[in-house]
């Protein structure tokens, strides 16, 4: 009888440590998750300033072309 208990106890100590690693593999489950949609934000983000810079650059150079044509259409008038 007193072994049934001590293997019980065992039992129900394997039983807590499995649920235990159960519980932290869906914590790093979890926080996987979180470092990839926080990565893919940053990078969306990112990409998106990149796009408006481009997007700036190319009007100030549309607006020198334009400058330039401009001056160069007085000067011939």
């Known amino acids: ?3 049934t208990k001590d293997e019980l106890a065992v039992a129900e100590r ?5 649920s235990k690693k159960r519980r932290l ?4 489950v979890l926080l996987s998750l979180i470092a990839i949609i926080l990565c ?13 810079s481009d997007y700036e650059d190319a009007m100030e150079e549309k ?14 008038e």
């Open 1 to 3: 009888m007193n072994k």
């Open 40 to 52: 893919g934000w940053i990078y969306f983000n990112n990409e998106i300033s990149l796009r408006e």
């Open 14 to 18: 394997e039983k807590r440590l499995v």
């Open 25 to 28: 593999a869906w914590k790093a």
């Open 63 to 76: 607006r020198a072309a334009k400058s330039l044509y401009e001056d160069t259409k007085a000067e011939k």
